[in-house]
């Protein structure tokens, strides 16, 4: 245990975010980092409280969390290093953009701020990489076995990582010209600069994975292709399709799906051409429909491009403030969360359904909208929205973005034509050992358990590349 004083005498302290003013005028990362002093004091904070629920329920990659509190207390950084890299092939990641369900969880958090755990491994990682201590580790040895991964995503990169790390081939087919899934396309800069992405795809590289870029399966190479040339195929192509909101006026120029605009900026920040008509939010009363969290990377890029006025619109009730009883600790609490991005300049409005979008000249300018209180039928089902009587208002809008989640892979002519069983929300279907229903084809990620986290996609290649290795070991030899 680090230090048995240290929950009682330390509080908490997160390192904060550059100031408003002058975050809003770059596309740089917002948070800051804690100077080493304060990282050891704060991992001092760490009970271990011997069931440590930060890793049992918390992190889905279980990592082992009390133990590197303690090394770093010790400041025996190498050590912590191998303790995080022993479950978290991707720190770097995680340690900026995982919205922690660790720390929610962590036993410390039933009576008191929970231990600053995400800042704590970006740090050991950060760290690691400015010391040196990160360098390309090739297997010493190759299997004959070749392992072709569709999408580099969380998912993908996670699989590739494994498989590679083991000594077997892998080539990493990406449809965009980078690689990296949502890590480069979706999630803004802000909260992740792309280096960081390719220093890591760089190391695998170096490493021996093979990344084929602009290369769309399906399209511009043949599931016959994978076929004839791997022994086995991954499919890690992510949940691409967006919930869409089919109400009168959707046609009207201005109403856009919250990727394509996201995408388009992330591009512009890399320097890549953007080939289809430009969204842009500057000078625009901008809406986005969809609280979540895309919806609040569109409100954090719609104030960098100088929108009039940003309103974030959800259906949902506006969560409370503290922890309800419906999700006691160490559960994930379902409790109102506000972003960097919703600081920066926004309005939020919960229990208000879009009923349609009035235009002039072929493009949007208002939405007509209503407020909604959430019923449950006297048989106990499930609540449903009823609109309230006389509430119906108008809100200036020149750019909607439509943000309510993603529905699975969609159309998709890979899957078609390796043709794939689907489960009944439509993703593709797998069974324990995340084997399709074909021979030789497996899933990974948003693509099979539907839009989730990074963290998740990232502990699912992992699993998956275990199943691979399995099935690959357990084939009969001619
Ligand atoms: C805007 C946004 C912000 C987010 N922010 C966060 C966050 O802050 N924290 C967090 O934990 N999670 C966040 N998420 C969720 C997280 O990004 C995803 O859960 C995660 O990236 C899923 O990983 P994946 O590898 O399964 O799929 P993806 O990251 O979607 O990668 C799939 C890749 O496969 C490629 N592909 C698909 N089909 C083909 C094909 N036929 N041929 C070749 N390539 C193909 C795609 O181009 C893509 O690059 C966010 C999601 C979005 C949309
Ligand atoms: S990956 Fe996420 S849940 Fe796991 S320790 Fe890091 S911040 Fe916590």
Same mark, same amino acid.
């Given at each position: 245990m680090a230090n048995e004083r240290g929950f009682m005498e330390i509080e908490r302290r997160d390192p904060g975010y550059r100031p408003r003013e002058e975050r809003?005028?770059?596309?740089?990362?917002v948070e800051r980092r804690l100077s080493r002093t304060q990282l050891v004091e704060q991992a001092? !904070?760490?009970?271990?409280?011997?069931?440590?629920f930060c890793c049992s329920t918390g992190c889905p990659l279980a990592n082992v969390i009390p133990e590197f509190n303690d090394l770093v207390y010790r400041e025996r950084w190498q050590d912590a290093l191998d303790m995080l890299l022993l479950t978290n092939p991707f720190p770097e990641f995680t340690g900026r953009i995982? $919205?922690?369900p660790c720390e929610t969880s962590?036993?410390?958090?039933?009576?008191k701020e929970p231990v600053a755990i995400r800042q704590i491994e970006v740090s050991i990682i950060e760290g690691a990489f400015r010391r040196g201590l990160i360098e390309a580790a090739p297997p010493a040895r190759r299997h004959d076995a070749r392992i072709a991964v569709v999408g580099s995503g969380p998912a993908g990169m996670g699989v590739a990582d494994v498989l590679n790390r083991q000594g077997y081939n892998v080539v990493v087919y990406e449809k965009?010209? =980078?690689?990296?899934g949502l890590l480069r396309y979706g999630i803004p800069d802000f909260k992740l600069e792309k280096w960081v992405v390719e220093r890591r795809i760089k190391l695998m590289e170096d490493e021996g994975v093979v990344f084929e870029t602009g290369v769309d399966i399906?399209?511009?190479? +043949?599931s016959r292709y994978l076929l004839d040339r791997f022994d086995a195929i991954v499919l890690a192509?992510?949940?691409?399709k967006p919930r869409d909101?089919?109400? $009168?006026? !959707?046609?009207?120029?201005?109403? =856009?799906f919250a990727m394509d605009f996201l995408t388009q900026q992330n591009k512009r920040n890399g320097g890549e051409?953007?080939?289809d008509a430009e969204i842009s939010a500057k000078g625009k009363h901008v809406v986005i429909i969809g609280g979540g969290d895309t919806g609040s990377d569109c409100v954090g890029t719609s104030n960098r491009q100088g929108a009039v006025s940003v309103t974030q619109l959800e259906i949902m009730p506006e969560p409370p403030g503290e922890r309800p009883d419906t999700t006691p600790? $160490?559960?994930? $609490?379902?409790s109102r969360r506000d972003s960097s991005s919703h600081h920066e300049g926004c309005e939020r409005r919960w229990s208000v359904q879009t009923e349609s979008f009035e235009g002039a000249e072929g493009g949007v300018r208002k939405l007509k909208c209503c407020e909604v209180e959430w019923v449950t039928p006297k048989d106990g089902g499930r609540p449903s929205p009823q609109k309230v009587k006389g509430s119906d208002f108008l809100l200036p809008a020149d750019l909607v973005l439509l943000s309510m989640g993603f529905v699975g892979p969609g159309t998709n002519r890979l899957i078609e034509d390796l043709e794939l069983k689907l489960d009944p929300r439509g993703m593709i279907q797998r069974d324990a050992e995340h084997k399709? +229903? !074909? +021979?030789?084809i497996f899933v990974a990620g948003?693509?099979? =358990?539907?839009a989730s986290l990074v963290v998740r996609a990232i502990n699912d290649g992992f699993e998956t590349a275990k199943s691979v290795m399995n099935w690959l070991q357990a084939r009969p030899t001619d």
């Open positions: 809003v005028k770059d596309y740089r990362a001092t !904070r760490c009970m271990d409280c011997g069931i440590p995982c $919205p922690a962590c036993t410390l958090g039933i009576n965009n010209r =980078h690689p990296g399906g399209v511009d190479l +043949s192509g992510g949940a691409e909101l089919p109400i $009168p006026g !959707r046609e009207l120029d201005g109403v =856009h051409a953007v080939e600790w $160490p559960l994930w $609490p379902a399709a +229903s !074909r +021979s030789g948003d693509i099979t =358990h539907g």
